[in-house]
């Protein structure tokens, strides 16, 4: 197939489900807003030169590898099947999840060796029959494209290996989670042989995507505290270099200003407070640029 000359970065993404919303979202983020109309399978976009396929997920590494797509977000479960010649460039740390081996809730299950002449379905042929074949292991691989973990309720098959992200399918459905076989995420991929333009673009939008990657987790805390405890409350706020301090017009008061991990914010806001930290404010960040 003949590759794409649009002088548009064209990213393919999944037409509908978990990861259309997910990768919607992280392109808002970098500011990319993609028009979105639920029957137009090719859209344009405001905030960046990207245009947008929608298609199945499952499809999504072979429009990369031939040219129809520059870039694509797809999960790594999807990659690793698929086997295309595509390059990941960047894990995005959404859509996380692990391809599973699942069997009945009464099935004792104490290793690989169980799985010998059994029946598995899955929707993930080739990374099943290779995680097999690497311990040995003759079991029947049925492939189903979807609702898996009906198989060995309906005596389709007698265990099964799927996505599992919450577990709530698996236990809905008898099922125990026994074995991963691979971890997942969301990943941004592309196409090996991009032009310079297309490459200089993808650059562009990468440096996007890790500017928001990095602030991801982290906040802006503000507080006003007394001058005297400044030097324990920096130890508590590091900061990115430091944390800023400014007087504030009352005598013997500071206003601190700092960078910090939201996770470790309910961690120290009791000694904060105990070093006088008053008016603490937590606030999210927008853009940060290093
Ligand atoms: C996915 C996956 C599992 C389920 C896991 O299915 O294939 O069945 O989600 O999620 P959980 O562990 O949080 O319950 P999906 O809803 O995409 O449907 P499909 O497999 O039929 O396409
Ligand atoms: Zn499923």
Not at 62 to 81: F, L, M, P, Q, R
Not at 138 to 164: F, H, K, M, Q, Y
Not at 208 to 236: C, F, H, W
Request: hydrophobic share 40%; charged share 25%; with cysteine.
């Amino acid at each position: 197939m003949s590759k794409n000359t649009n002088k548009n970065l064209r990213c393919v993404i999944q037409k509908s489900g978990r990861l259309n919303e997910a990768s919607i979202n992280l392109l808002r983020n970098c500011g990319v807003q993609v028009e979105l109309s639920s029957r137009k399978l090719k859209t344009g976009c405001n905030g960046f030169p990207m245009e947008f396929l929608f298609v199945r997920d499952d499809d999504i590494p072979s429009y990369v590898e031939n040219g129809a797509a520059d870039i694509g977000i797809v999960g790594e479960n999807v990659v690793v099947e698929e086997n295309k010649d595509i390059e990941i460039i960047q894990r995005l740390g959404f859509s996380k999840c692990r391809l599973s081996i699942a069997v009945p809730r009464d099935f004792d299950y104490r290793g690989v060796e169980d799985l010998q002449n059994k029946t598995i379905a899955t929707s993930y042929p080739h990374v099943v029959e290779q995680f097999l074949s690497e311990n040995n292991v003759d079991c029947t691989v049925s492939t189903i494209n979807g609702s898996v973990e009906i198989a060995p309720n309906i005596e389709l098959a007698d265990v099964i290996c799927d996505l599992v992200s919450t577990g709530s399918t698996l236990v809905a459905n008898g099922l125990k989670e026994v074995q991963v076989i691979l971890n997942s995420e969301a990943v941004l991929v592309a196409r090996k042989d991009l032009d310079i333009g297309k490459e200089r673009l993808l650059d562009d939008f990468l440096f996007r995507v890790q500017s928001y990657l990095r602030i991801k987790g982290y906040r802006y805390v503000m507080l006003n505290a007394p001058t005297e405890s400044i030097e324990s409350i920096k130890d508590l706020l590091p900061g990115i270099k430091s944390p800023t301090v400014m007087p504030l017009s009352m005598y013997g008061w500071s206003a601190v200003q700092a960078v910090i991990k939201e996770n470790i914010f309910w961690k120290i806001v009791d000694d904060l407070k105990k070093l006088g930290a008053e008016d603490i404010l937590l606030l999210p960040i927008e853009k940060m640029v290093l």
